[in-house]
């Protein structure tokens, strides 16, 4: 069963490290299944039943996104809320579509691991400020993973810097 890694950039275009975790999860078409929303959907008009059958075809599904404004980019959080209906994904028998379902983060940040920790500039920790997907997940009883996360892309778009993250986030999605 393959890997949907369901990507929410509005900038693909200009994006240093999404891109290259793009291009090599299509390296593995027998793997990763990559399905880029602002792409599928430039008028931001989601294919509602079009996208629940994607997720019913797979038990593994990983959000990849930059981190915008302490959060996802707004396409995604549309995407959840009309996306994940009710009698769908959660609220009859027959729903909780994503039951069971390993559903994880892989985020990229501008700022420094060390940045985001209570005693210092931003407090909160990663999996303190993405506990809303935690609590979504967890509410139509998917199994919610531990995310991935590289930090440093404002200080650091060296090639080396993007090139070490590459196997960082194979090893993680094939840990899943
Ligand atoms: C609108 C906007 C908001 C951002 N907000 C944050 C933020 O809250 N925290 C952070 O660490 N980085 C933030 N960034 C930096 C991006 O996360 C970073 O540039 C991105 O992860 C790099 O990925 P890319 O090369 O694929 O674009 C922001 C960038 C933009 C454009």
Redo the contacts with the bound molecule.
């Keep these: 069963m393959k890997t949907l890694v369901v990507v929410t950039?509005?900038?693909?275009k200009?994006?240093?490290?999404?891109?290259?975790?793009i291009e090599e999860l299509n390296k593995y078409p027998e793997k990763y299944v990559v399905h880029q929303l602002y792409e599928a959907y430039p008028d931001e008009k989601i294919d509602v039943t079009a996208e629940q059958k994607l997720v019913e075809l797979h038990d593994k599904i990983v959000f990849q996104?930059?981190?915008?404004?302490?959060?996802c980019?707004s396409l995604l959080k549309k995407w959840m809320d009309e996306v994940l209906t009710h009698g769908w994904a959660y609220g009859s028998k027959s729903g909780y579509k994503l039951s069971g379902k390993k559903i994880a983060l892989a985020?990229?940040?501008?700022?420094e691991e060390h940045?985001?920790r209570p005693s210092e500039k931003?407090k909160y920790t990663l999996a303190e400020l993405t506990r809303p997907f935690e609590l979504s997940f967890e509410y139509v009883k998917a199994d919610y993973q531990p995310l991935f996360a590289?930090?440093g892309?404002?200080y650091n778009?060296s090639e080396k810097w993007?090139e070490q993250s590459v196997p960082l986030y194979l090893d993680f999605l094939d840990s899943l």
């Design positions: 950039h509005p900038d693909i200009s994006s240093v490290i999404n891109k290259r975790w996104f930059p981190y915008y404004w302490f959060n980019p985020i990229s940040l501008g700022v940045e985001l931003y590289y930090y892309m404002e778009t993007v």
